[in-house]
């Protein structure tokens, strides 16, 4: 039997333009993608209608068996599929386990090529006008993650070494930010050490704090910085008041709707239209399905607890999900995460009646009867 290749793909820090042209390419092609969450989803946009998309990213209940299940996964695509794209954030073979999925594809004799992408490591830094080197105070980089798998990781961490590196990357470190500080002073890193922490690079919520390394961890926390973010110490941080770009283009900013290119206004308009004849979209900011559906979760499931008409509401979300608002996979429905987004973010805005109103007055959209509970 002929097996299909599988592209490990590294799908960029954030910023649907920030993967590669080869990348893109093979989204395209794709018969299936295997995804995570985030940036994965809005670059499906360009995927053939008919791929299978397959969602990985985290589930209730299988944080441990996760990446077995997709390994095995990748393994039986490839069995029945030409070119299969596992789309991973960044670069694929930095934190991410994309080389134990490579080598899980060789064990198994599935043919693959990986496909670089840009890393947050070095992109997330710049995003904030820090550039990880420069001649006149760096000339060494570590790029070190703060996530420990489990207690069978043994690997000690070398503070002093990483102590004597000019700039230090940290990845998953948010929680860890208190730790790192600590044993990098006790290890011999200056207190007075610039560093910084940019959460959410080329996101809406991208936020920058920047203090001393002794201050560092006192005012992420004062400022709610959460992951994904990444921390940056060393003399180059102090570069960010002479580099920082006030009008990148790759910024998003909060009136741009995620997901679909489009400002929200024109998205408002699309959605409008779409919904147009149909109580759908209404009736489920009503119902408040788009909260319900943070994770993939059954209809029936979803009707039993609310006491709602189950086929009434099987027929809605399977509307919702070909308008791309929520997502199907094998027979569960979730949030689509870029809609979603825009929908918790934008909200205030156009939330329920509000959205009802404004469909009514603007769009000439006349909502049905109101999906009645049984
Ligand atoms: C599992 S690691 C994957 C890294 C990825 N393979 C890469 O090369 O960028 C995820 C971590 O990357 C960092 N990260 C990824 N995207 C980011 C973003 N847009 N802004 C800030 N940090 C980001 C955070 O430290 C996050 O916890």
Sequence with gaps: M???????VGAGPGHPQLITLKGHELIRQADVIIYDRLIQEEILAGARADAERIYVGK?????????????????ESARRARIVVRLKGGDPMLFGRGAEEAEYLAAHNIPFEVVPGVTAGL????????????????????L??????DDKDTREVDWAALARIDTLVFFMS?????????????HGCP????????????????HVVVGTLAQLPRLSEAAGIKPPATI????????????????RDLRRDSDEAVGFGLSSGSLFARLAGAARGSRDLEAALDLRLFDELDQPTHAAQL?????WDAQHLSEMLARLAGLGLLVRDQGLYRCSEAASRFLVTRSSEYQGSDLGAMLRAEQGYDPLKRLEPE
């Design 2 to 8: 002929a097996v299909g290749k599988v592209y490990l």
């Design 59 to 75: 589930q209730p209940g299988l944080h441990q068996s996760r990446q077995e299940v997709i390994n095995a996964t990748l393994v």
């Design 123 to 142: 992109s997330v830094p710049m995003a904030a006008g820090i550039p990880v080197t420069h001649r006149d105070f760096s000339a060494s980089v570590a």
């Design 144 to 149: 070190v993650t703060g996530h420990r798998r």
């Design 174 to 186: 948010v929680g860890k930010l208190p730790e790192i500080a600590e044993r990098l002073i006790a």
């Design 191 to 206: 207190a007075d050490t610039p560093a910084a922490i940019v959460q959410q690079a080329y996101w809406p919520g991208e």
């Design 232 to 247: 940056v110490i060393g003399r180059v941080v102090q570069l960010r008041d002479r580099l920082t770009t006030l009008h």
């Design 303 to 307: 009707a039993r607890q609310h006491g």
